[in-house]
């Protein structure tokens, strides 16, 4: 059986942005993991001796798969939408068109019901993130209970501010320390990045909770909009908003979750936190999604 190649994978030995012939049948060799650790160092979280130190988030890579098919064992085609929860200490992301092509291999493939498939994704994918993933299966008669809910907090893209940059600036956040500590919740929808490397547009909600100095809405706005030509992984993007925020704020507690638009029939919504509320964020579509 094809098995899933862990080396030191690099974003640009991917199929993105490559002519890709797409397999009908099941074949895990098609997944791509990327180590973290190659963005991370360039947020200092890997040592000088090039070890992973503690992390000062934890969290979930929520994916979501919409067009997922297989064949039963009589060749009738099956669908279901697919929900993947990564946990952020996996050493690994999977590059998401490697994911899609993977997904697209069981289009002619019969198996015998949905908990075989479930077992392949779930071995296969652990494999591939590097740690346990957990997975959610809808069938076709539960769709009609899908909904959608934007994400919660005050509306950053209120304000009406002059913007002269587009590449991603953590000098300009600022926190209020000499007043007390808040708690707030902001958001906005304004936040774009594009493809590592393709350079495709990447369209996201953000949501931010902090507890801390009070940080100003306009530098925060002007700080996400300048995402706008920054060339990363949406994962990638978030620990970078988590981290630019936590050093420049220094808020006592902080959450960043990202609801990205879907591409491919994937959408990636990766959430970062520094404290525990008991429970993670609803994995729910935004209308955008």
Request: some cysteine; charged content about 20%; glycine content about 4%.
């Amino acid at each position: 059986m094809n098995t899933i190649s862990i080396t030191a994978n690099t974003a640009e030995q991917s199929q993105l942005g490559k002519t890709s012939a797409y397999e009908t049948e099941y074949n895990p060799a098609l997944l791509f993991p990327i180590p973290r650790a190659e963005k991370r160092a360039e947020l200092g979280l890997i040592a000088a001796d090039g070890k992973a130190m503690t992390l000062p988030f934890f969290g979930m890579d929520f994916w979501n798969a919409y067009e997922v098919s297989w064949l039963n064992l009589r060749g009738k085609p099956q669908v279901a939408i697919l929900s993947i929860f990564a946990p952020a200490d996996s050493p690994n992301i999977i590059e998401s068109k490697s994911f899609k092509l993977y997904l697209n291999s069981f289009n002619q493939t019969r198996l015998a019901d949905s908990a075989a498939l479930l077992a392949l994704l779930q071995a296969d994918l652990s494999r591939g993130f590097g740690a346990s993933v957990q997975i959610r299966f809808t069938p076709a008669e539960e769709f009609s209970n899908a909904r959608f809910q934007e994400l919660d907090g005050m509306l950053l893209d209120r304000l009406d501010i002059e913007i002269d940059h587009y590449t991603p600036q953590a000098q300009v956040l600022t926190a209020d320390h000499n007043c007390a500590p808040i708690e707030e919740t902001v958001v906005s929808h304004l936040l774009k990045s594009n493809c590592l490397v393709t350079g495709q547009p990447d369209w996201a909600s953000v949501q931010i909770h902090y507890v801390g100095a009070p940080i100003d809405h306009e530098a925060l706005l002007r700080y996400l909009i300048g995402f706008r030509n920054h060339n990363e992984f949406h994962e990638q993007c978030v620990e970078r908003i988590f981290m630019d925020v936590l050093t420049q704020c220094k808020p006592q507690k902080l959450a960043v979750y990202a609801r990205y638009t879907r591409r491919g029939g994937l959408d990636i919504n990766p959430w970062r936190s520094n404290f525990s509320t008991g429970k993670m964020p609803a994995n729910v579509r935004s209308a955008r999604q």
